[in-house]
């Protein structure tokens, strides 16, 4: 098992920034590759940015290309996933998930493991 700990979402004026951590510990041994996706009520889960072991590979949605960056630290244990989001715009409102796997991929149906979330809200 792999428990992920999502922090750092909160409310911010548009054009703002957030950075969000993930905390994973357990056996991440079994992941490759850890994620970041955001859900509002009644939409489906949309996967935001990838990053995978052994070269670092990352992977982004078009709509946060540019604005968004994800990153991971690697200690003893736990391995820790950010997600630094600028330039934040209303639409980015959203639960942020964290969630681990072994195949890269921005679709949900990827990761095993999933956070419970935090929230982020953008006011215009």
């Known amino acids: 098992q792999v428990q992920l700990v999502e922090s750092g979402g909160g409310s911010v004026q548009a054009g703002g920034s957030l950075r969000l951590s993930c905390a994973a510990s357990g056996y991440t041994y079994t992941t490759r590759c850890m994620g970041w996706f955001r859900q509002t009520p009644g939409k489906e889960r949309e996967g935001v940015a990838t990053?995978?072991?052994?070269?670092?590979?990352?992977?982004?949605a078009d709509s946060v290309k540019g604005r968004f960056t994800i990153s991971q630290d690697n200690a003893e244990n736990t391995v820790t996933v950010y997600l630094q989001m600028n330039s934040l715009k209303p639409e980015d409102t959203a639960m942020y998930h964290c969630?681990?796997?072994?195949?890269?991929?921005?679709?949900?149906?990827?990761?095993?493991?999933w956070g419970q979330g935090t929230q982020v809200t953008v006011s215009s």
């Open positions: 990053i995978c072991t052994g070269g670092g590979r990352t992977y982004y």
């Open positions: 969630a681990a796997g072994w195949y890269v991929s921005l679709s949900p149906d990827e990761y095993t493991y």
